[in-house]
């Protein structure tokens, strides 16, 4: 399977600032890249979905000016959660998938905390 | 829509016991089906799948049969270790479009 890191892995922020979370595949070409969140003990829910190159695909109810993903290379996605309140904090999990594959790959998960 | 209904933890058992987890899904079409686990504090590792009817995914000792007929997918073990102790997650998918999870299972092993 393939190798998923989440940079940074805990985060900790004032409300109102933005925060950075980046998501790489290391040994594997991910043509698509999952975001979702997972509030504790909860089930995961999806938030977007974005194809190399594309602009994502956002689920009913996340706002996209909010939550702002970029797949710009095989390897890479970021997802930006831009003027962060505390209701956003949660753990923040990226996925990666292949062309025509039908498994996903997760990453360790980014834990975010708004103060 | 899709939906995966699993059984509702949490659930606890006795080092070496008979483990089940029950999973159903509701789906048109045929899915492929999976099981995550979730260790504390890390995200979803791909535990066993399987892509068409009968099919048996296997892995660690897990098993998991997909049965058509019952739209079912249960999670088995025949003796469980402490170090199983996680939150499992049933899902479905089709090709590689995004994943329905089931709202997952707490197992804890007690020694």
């Known amino acids: 399977g393939a190798v998923v890191s989440q940079h940074p892995s805990r985060v900790i922020c004032k409300s109102g600032t933005s925060v950075k979370i980046e998501c790489r595949s290391l040994d594997f070409q991910a043509t698509t890249m999952f975001w979702y969140r997972q509030f504790p003990k909860q089930s995961l829910m999806l938030m977007a979905t974005s194809n190399e190159g594309s602009k994502a695909t956002y689920e009913q109810g996340v706002e996209k000016d909010k939550f702002l993903i970029n797949h710009a290379s095989l390897t890479l996605s970021t997802l930006t959660v831009t003027s962060a309140h505390p209701e956003d904090s949660s753990f923040y999990i990226c996925s990666v998938s292949g062309s025509g594959r039908d498994t996903q790959y997760f990453g360790p998960g980014t834990r975010l905390t708004v103060l | ?111």
């Open chain 2, 1 to 111: 829509g899709n939906s995966v209904t699993q059984m509702e933890g949490p659930v606890t058992l006795s080092e070496e016991a008979f483990l089940t987890i029950n999973c159903t899904y509701t789906a048109t079409g045929y899915p492929s089906l999976f099981w995550y686990v979730q260790y504390p504090g890390e995200g979803l590792q791909l535990l066993l799948k399987a892509t068409k009817a009968d099919d048996k995914g296997s892995n660690k000792g897990f098993e998991a049969t997909y049965r058509k007929e019952t739209t079912s997918f249960h999670l088995e073990k025949g003796s469980v270790q402490v170090s199983d102790s996680a939150v499992y997650f049933c899902a479905l998918s089709f090709g590689n479009e995004k994943l329905t999870f089931g709202t997952g299972t707490r197992l804890t092993i007690i020694p």
